[in-house]
């Protein structure tokens, strides 16, 4: 359970400093184009996290209300080759498709003539590939 208290610090961190930068940094950009955006984004990152602390929370629960047995059975049910698998194809899916969606926004984008949009697409799939490799480099040292 350390590893998923150190996550929730994170959030947490994460949480407070996107409470400041909505009360400092956003209203004092009102008059630019990147007052709206930037607002409603700090606003559904912390709203991603709220529900992120809140799964945590309820899990905490779980796992403090389990017995000794049980809690070995939430262990051994995350670590065992099916549920492995499964949540690698899941992963594997997920990427596909986002990959798909940001191939659609950048054509809209090119659509749309939107250079700024042109090059937020880029970014997002460079991000998304360069996330993949580090993944990809951490996971055949570990294994």
């Known amino acids: 359970m350390k590893k998923i208290h150190r996550k929730y610090c994170i959030a947490l961190a994460l949480l407070i400093i996107f409470a400041l930068l909505k009360v400092t940094l956003v209203p004092n950009l009102q008059h630019t184009a990147l007052y709206r955006p930037l607002k409603d984004g700090i606003t559904a990152l912390g709203w991603v996290l709220v529900a992120y602390m809140g799964y945590w929370y309820l899990e ?40 798909a969606a940001i191939a659609a926004m950048a054509v809209v984008m090119s659509v749309l003539d939107c250079t700024a949009g042109i090059l937020a697409a880029a970014v997002l799939f460079g991000v998304h590939v360069l996330s993949y490799l580090v993944q990809l480099s951490r996971l055949s040292q570990k294994f």
């Open 60 to 99: 905490r629960r779980r796992w403090e209300k389990a017995s000794p047995e049980e809690r070995r059975d939430m262990e051994r049910s995350g670590q065992d080759e099916r549920n492995q698998f499964l949540w690698g194809q899941a992963a594997y899916f997920s990427w596909q498709i986002t990959l």
